[in-house]
Nanobody, 122 residues
Framework: QVQLVESGGGLVQTGGSLSLSCAASGRSFSTHVMGWFRQAPGKERECVAVISTRGITTYYADSVKGRFGISRDNAKNTVLLQMNSLKSEDTAVYYC???????????????WGQGTQVTVSS
């Protein structure tokens, strides 16, 4: 079992930065692939970034490549998403999720946080 709680969302102007944090509880955090997903109103949930169990391999959606950075600290049971050069199209609810194996597909993630709102104003 892994319980996930996101924090760090909020309102930011275009071009600004935000850092999202996901705190995990449970013994199996380090054995799970961690991902950040987002869902904007009227749109499907999309994968933003994924990090492997030891943090060696990462994936970024093309829309955020070069602007977002994902990292994890298995000693602290946390995963971070650093978001820079934010655009209005980044506005969405952001979710932290955990999966037993590598995937960029939301259906493969079996643990989810409650989500945190990120709003980018122009």
């Amino acid at each position: 079992q892994v319980q996930l709680v996101e924090s760090g969302g909020g309102l930011v102007q275009t071009g600004g930065s935000l850092s999202l944090s996901c705190a995990a509880s449970g013994r199996s955090f380090s054995t799970h692939v961690m991902g950040w997903f987002r869902q904007a109103p009227g749109k499907e949930r999309e994968c933003v970034a994924v990090i492997s169990t030891r943090g060696i391999t990462t994936y970024y959606a093309d829309s955020v490549k070069g602007r977002f950075g994902i990292s994890r600290d298995n000693a602290k049971n946390t995963v971070l998403l650093q978001m820079n050069s934010l655009k209005s199209e980044d506005t969405a609810v952001y979710y932290c999720a955990a999966a037993p194996k590598w995937s960029v597909t939301s259906s493969q993630y079996n643990y989810w946080g409650q989500g945190t709102q990120v709003t980018v104003s122009s």
